[in-house]
């Protein structure tokens, strides 16, 4: 059957592929560079993994806020569904603009550049040949367009393919880094040594005499602290993904048996795509506790400073030999890989609901069609950031808007609530005490993480508010020409 808000099959995705999904758009390349970072700032392995349990229980909440959402409002889109339908016309359209120009396209591009980067490593054992990496991000990006063009079960196949082999090689690491860890446990705890050690690619264990670095304390430690779960909640990033496939799962309430109560859209949401987003945070958070607990105690912290960005090839070194480390090598080629997959099939979904919702579907009534120009416009975007230059540089810039658009959306439970938005037929807004919980730490999470970013990164935040006042601009110029959207 075809769900009416999309045009497209509403069975062709389950629970196990919606958590794929969701893993595959979180387990990107943040886990292994994230903690080199805050480690050089922290000092002390054990700051680094509360950052990351601190990081973990805030994506946690933001699925049960999500899942929230998504039962009440089951319609594919994201944050612009939600902001256009529940808050204001603007804030929606500025979360699409949003998304189009900074959620998927740089994303998709940039892990598809850390793709072509350790494959062409691996197969060459040399990345100066800059058309090699140029040439297997552009291939990359081609490639999963395709398939879900194909159909959206032909890519969640893929992606569910890739992430079942990336998790069995994750788990085999973990056995192995546990296993080494009863005999081989470092302290943790980043030691003085002569700068020509640190300098050294693999470095050279301490002496005896070795003493500890001072790192922050008081304030300088929590703000370091704050800092470092900036950075760190990026890699947590795409836990919300199932949410833009909402509408796949959602049934018409003439569909569904008398007495169930449909909400506002005229629609019943499946529990699974709440289920989806709680489920991988969870497996992820676990992942990552796991996986930190290895790469900082496995070797010394000076030889994780000495490697710095390839810190988690020392360690595969060190607890595995040679083969471990390529293991890894390829764990973090499907990681990537998946970012790519996972993105390119949520992304589309987007840019299909502003095309509808702004009346372009007059001129093109055909959804098929209309999807195929989304994902072409998408796969267009993320192909020019490839050829034109790398964004790595701008990571904290993508997380800080990306977060501040979540965050702008789960708070709309409540302004849908004080508004007296009927979700349901002649049901107001009801949170469980749970939901009001996971909406309330996730958005004053987010405020917090904003309000460092202003003092800690001024240069990004300065970028994200620019981004918000030239999207601002362009819905002006949309109001004079008096288009206007049927959400408004």
Not at 62 to 84: D, M, Q, T
Not at 121 to 131: C, P, R, V
Not at 182 to 205: I, Y
Request: aromatic share 12%; proline share 3%; net charge positive.
């Amino acid at each position: 059957m075809v769900n009416r808000s999309t045009g497209t099959s509403r069975y062709s995705l389950g629970l196990v592929s919606l958590v794929c999904l969701v893993i595959g758009n979180m387990i990107g390349s943040g886990v292994y560079l994230s903690s080199y970072y805050s480690l050089d700032s922290l000092r002390d392995a054990k700051y680094v993994l509360w950052i990351w349990l601190i990081a973990g229980v805030h994506a946690i909440c933001g699925a049960v806020a999500y899942a929230a959402v998504a039962k009440r409002l089951p319609i594919s889109g994201g944050e612009y569904a939600i902001l256009s339908r529940w808050g204001h016309p603007v804030f929606g359209f500025m979360a699409g603009w949003i998304s189009i120009v900074a959620g998927f396209a740089a994303p998709i591009a940039l892990a598809a550049g850390v793709f072509a980067e350790y494959a062409a490593l691996e197969f060459t054992n040399n990345i100066m040949e800059a058309s090699i990496p140029f040439w297997l991000s552009v291939g990359s990006i081609v490639v999963a367009a395709v398939l879900h063009a194909i159909g959206v079960s032909v890519n969640a196949w893929v992606n569910n393919t890739v992430v079942t082999i990336k998790m069995l090689c994750l788990a085999v690491f973990l056995v192995i880094g546990l296993v080494w860890l009863t005999n081989h446990r470092e302290s943790g705890v980043l030691l003085d040594v002569p700068k020509e050690v640190v300098a050294e690619t693999q470095g050279e264990k301490p002496t005896e005499e070795a003493k500890p670095v001072s790192g922050p304390v008081g304030s300088a430690l929590i703000w370091a602290m704050m800092g470092s779960l900036y950075f760190t909640t990026l890699a947590y990033t795409g836990f919300n993904a199932s949410i833009y496939l909402a509408g796949e799962f959602s049934k018409s309430n003439k569909e569904v048996e008398s007495g169930k109560a449909s909400n506002s859209t005229g629609l019943i949401a499946d529990p699974i795509v709440g289920r989806s987003m709680i489920i991988a945070c969870i497996v992820v958070t676990s992942f990552y506790l796991l996986l930190n607990l290895i790469f900082l105690y496995a070797i010394p912290a000076t030889e994780i400073i000495a490697a710095k960005e390839r810190f988690v090839g020392a360690v595969a070194m060190a607890i595995g030999g040679e083969w471990c480390r390529r293991m890894m090598s390829w764990v973090i080629i499907l990681s990537s890989l998946t970012s790519v997959l996972a993105m390119t099939m949520t992304g589309p979904y987007v840019y299909l609901r502003m095309f509808q919702d702004y009346g372009a579907d007059r001129w093109v009534p055909n959804t098929r069609v209309q999807k195929m120009i989304a994902i072409s416009i998408q796969t267009l975007l993320a192909l020019l950031v490839v050829q034109f230059g790398t964004l790595r540089s701008t990571l904290a810039y993508l997380g800080l808007t990306l977060t501040a658009c979540g965050a702008l959306a789960i708070a709309t439970l409540w302004f849908a609530g004080l508004r007296g938005r009927k979700l349901q037929d002649s049901v107001s807004i009801s949170l469980r005490w749970w939901e009001h919980v996971g909406a309330g730490v996730y958005v004053v999470g987010a405020g917090v993480l904003f309000a460092v970013a202003s003092t800690m990164i001024p240069s990004q935040f300065y970028w994200c508010l620019a981004t918000i006042v030239i999207g601002l601009a362009f819905y002006a110029i949309i109001k004079m020409l008096g288009v206007r959207a049927t959400a408004d």
